[in-house]
Every structure is written in C-alpha cells, then in structure tokens.
C-alpha cells in the first residue's frame, strides 16, 4: 500500500546578542553553572522583563529575508507549564500575533523547485538545563532567557531530502544575516519534526513530534525511522498516538516521552509585564536598507560579475566566513577566478585534512594574494605555490621568505634551462631517439628529468619551448 508523509519543522535558533532577551545578563557559551543569571532570568519575584531591541530587529531581518509580512503590532505571551528548568512555570513567546507571518524559502532536490510555506517567526527565550548526574538532577538557569527565534513551516515537505535542502538553506540564511552562529553542536540550531503518514489524498494523519534534533544526519535517519514505524503501525492495525518522542542516534530508534500538547493546554494569555510592540514604516525601511546580501545573491554576482562556475560558487557560498575570504582575496589580488580557484582547490583540501570547520578558518588574505601574483606572474610554478599556499595555511609564514629560502622562485636564465636540457638529451638518447621516431609521449618523460635537475623553481613553459626546438634541431 502506497502511504504519503508530511512533514512540518519547527526549527528554534539562538541569536547571537550579547544580553539575554529580557535582561542584562551575558549570552556565552560554557560558562560555569549559574553564572550568568539575574532576578529576571531566574525567574524572582517582583522582577521585571525589559524586551532586548535586538533581538526584535533580528527577527525583522529574518522575516524579510524569508519574505514575510511583520506585523506592525506585535506583542508577547505567557505559555504556562511546569518543568523544573522554566523557573516562572511559564514561558515567554508569542502565539497569538508572532511578530512574522505567511512567508516562504524556497528549496531545489533533484534539479526541481519547492516552495516551503513559512507559517510564523516567533521570538521567545529559552528554558534553561538540566543536568542528570549519579547523585541526583541539577538546574542550570545560564541558558534561561537566551533569545531564540522559532521558525515554523507549514506541512510542506514530504521526505528528508527536502527537509535537509531546506534546513541547509535556513541555516546559510541565518549566517549571512549574521544573527545566529548555527552551531549545532552547542544546540545553537535545532529543529522539531512533526511528522504523520496517509493514503493519497485522504486527511492528515495524527502526527507525531520528534524534539531537538542538532545534525542533519540525526534528523534524515529520524525522519526515515518515524515513517516506516507508523506506516508499519497502522498496516498492522495498530493506532498512532500524538506524542512527543526523542531520538536516540546511536540505537537508530525513538521512543515516546509524552503526550503531545495542543495550545490550549498551556494555557496561552498575553504577558501583562511586557507592552505591545509598534513598528512603523521608517524603523522598518531602515532595517531593510541594512539588509546584507544573501549567498543566494552573492552566487549570482560571482557568475555574473566574475565569471565563476555555478558549481564553484555553491563552495565559496557554503559559509559566510568562505565568501568572505574570497572577495578579500579576489579584492587584493585583483583575480577573482584565481582565488575562486585556490579556495575551492588547495584551501578546501587542506582545511578537510586538518578536520577545520569554515566558522572556523583564519588565514592571512594579504599573503594568498601575494602567491597568486607570484605565481600568475611565472615567479614561482604551480608546484612551488601549493606548497606555499600549505605552508601559509599551516605555519602562517611569510610567503616570499619561504619561497627564497626554499629556492622555489622560478628558474627563467635561459643558459641554465638549456644547460639543464642538453645534460638530460645526453644522458637519456634512447629516449631522444624514441622521440624522434614518433613516439611523442617520451616529451613528457624528458620534461621531467629537466624539471629534476632544475629543482623545485623550474619555468615549466621555458622548458617546453627550448627542449622542443633543441629537440627540432
């Protein structure tokens, strides 16, 4: 029997402020427990919530760049429960007039274009940690009160490899904002799956809500699991409950952690402590002229501008920090297809061998830029420039230092090439003769046995054109 899935993500991302949303206390991460807290964010009596300005300006730009509508009225509520890291036993978002509605991102698989509804952004804080150790459970209140947006689709998708194309594309879009650093492993990202199985064309099924996922792998292989239990529940005539369920990576499985909540249960009321938000259209202009340009757009301009491959343009784009460094390169340089070339080719394999993520890399832009007209000048050869280029990306060192001391710049004297090519016809005249007779692919043999002797700064192109014509002679 043929069954369709649906899937709709609720994908919460903390936004790189330095203060809390309702109050002073510091964002960093790992901290000591308890150490960044206050009488708001631990929830004391009396203590009043103050709304962080950045926090609604991010969730502005958010919503413009996933062509939301903002709502010019916004305004906070009070999501009641009890847990023991909620330290007020309520919880601050918005429900009933989230600050972004009715947007899309649309996503590419398989050559073919979707367009995933976006229903709202939210801003709420976060709860804080608890932490289950041999001697009992402790509360972490640090992670109380950091800004989170919650960003929810509509039932749009249908399998994982639409759902990855799109959290993919929601995280590029966060980091070129600049807004959040989508660190999933410190759950600086994480998503929520709701997830239910039908027969084509018949109503929803009951879904289901995988919580806190933080890898894309994690959340292809959950997504795969959930599809197959239910279709496997309901064909053996089995029911599926609405529930909250957790995944486990290693065992591959998931298993239910309660019944899932609908938003009358917690109780939903504005938050009295917090006014209405206003945004009129100056503060709004102003914000969209701070739009920065997206990787989308930045691919366009790379193809457009410079030339550069589509499929080049995808790796300079894959991070902010990438992007970044190859138009500070291609800037100094003054050769954008070079330095297209180097971080795509040499700057990638070596930041693969060293295990270095891209949020991650740091390297001198003057000093790339200095190699690339060494070696587009025919002052050192393509051979000599990759092993600068690591030896840069390693050592951080001086490109021309290491180059003269290494004795890398390139050899051009034309009495020391032929020198260098009448030793090497003389040693090896079997080989002349082959050469002679036809047998062309003996060049390349010859041609290396000068580039030996010359050593590491040969003049590849030199030596090409005076060992063809002693060769003629």
């Known amino acids: 029997m043929k069954w369709e899935t649906v899937i ?3 994908v919460h991302a903390e936004l790189s402020t330095k ?13 000591g427990p308890n150490t960044r807290v206050c009488p708001v964010c631990s929830g004391m009596p009396g203590a009043l919530p103050v709304l962080n300005r950045s926090v609604l300006e991010y969730a502005m730009k958010l919503g413009i760049a996933l062509n939301c509508a903002i709502t010019k009225n916004s305004k906070f509520d009070r999501k009641n429960y009890f847990y023991p890291d909620i330290p007020n036993a309520y919880q ?22 979707k367009k995933i509804g976006i229903r709202q952004i939210h801003m709420e804080e976060d709860a804080g940690k ?16 950091i800004p989170l947006l919650e960003i929810v689709s509509n039932p749009d998708f249908s399998n994982a490899a639409e759902v990855i194309a799109y959290l993919e594309k929601l995280r590029e879009t966060l980091l070129y904002l600049d807004i959040c650093d989508c660190k999933m492993q410190e759950g600086s990202i994480r998503a929520d799956i709701n997830l239910s199985v039908r027969k084509p064309g018949s109503e ?17 292989r959950a997504i795969e699991y959930e599809r197959e239990r239910q279709i496997e529940t309901l064909e053996d005539g089995g029911q599926i409950f609405q529930e909250t369920r957790r995944w486990d990576d290693e065992e591959g499985t998931s298993y239910g952690m309660r019944s899932k909540e609908n938003a009358q249960d917690y109780r939903y009321f504005p938050d009295p402590d917090l006014p209405p938000i206003q945004i009129d259209d ?27 491959a589509q499929a080049s343009t995808v790796v300079l784009t894959v991070h902010k920090n990438i992007s970044d460094l190859f138009e500070a390169v291609a800037l100094k340089s003054g050769q954008p297809i070079e330095a297209a070339n180097l971080i795509t ?19 001198d832009t003057e000093k790339l830029s200095t190699l690339i007209n060494l ?14 280029v690591e030896e840069v990306f390693t050592n951080n060192t001086e490109p021309e230092k290491y180059i003269s001391e290494k004795g890398l710049m390139m050899v051009s004297d034309d009495n020391a090439i032929i020198e260098a090519i009448k030793t090497v016809l003389a040693e090896n005249q079997d080989s002349v003769t082959d050469y002679k007779s036809g047998k062309e692919k003996v060049f390349g043999f010859l041609m290396g046995q000068v580039m030996k002797k010359l050593g590491k700064g040969g003049n590849p192109e030199l030596v090409k054109t005076k060992m063809e014509e002693m060769l003629k002679a």
């Open 282 to 308: 100056t503060w709004l202009s102003k914000i969209k002229e701070t739009m920065p340009e997206l990787a989308y757009q930045k691919r366009e301009r790379y193809i457009k501008d410079f030339g550069i």
């Open 92 to 113: 601050i978002s918005q429900l009933y007039d989230p600050i972004c509605r009715d947007g899309y991102l649309e996503i590419e698989v398989d050559g073919s274009k």
């Open 8 to 10: 709709g993500l609720e």
């Open 375 to 388: 070696v587009t000048n025919g002052k050192i050869n393509r051979g000599a420039y990759k092993e600068t």
């Open 130 to 145: 608890l932490v289950h150790m041999a001697n009992g459970t402790h509360m972490d209140f640090n992670r109380c009160g």
């Open 19 to 31: 203060s809390k949303i309702f109050c002073g206390c510091s964002t960093s991460y790992g901290s």
């Open 345 to 363: 080719g040499e700057i990638m394999r070596l930041m693969n061998n060293a295990n270095i993520l891209p949020e991650d890399l740091s390297i």
């Open 204 to 220: 929803l099924g009951v879904r289901t809500e995988t919580k806190n996922m933080n890898s894309f792998k994690a959340i292809a």
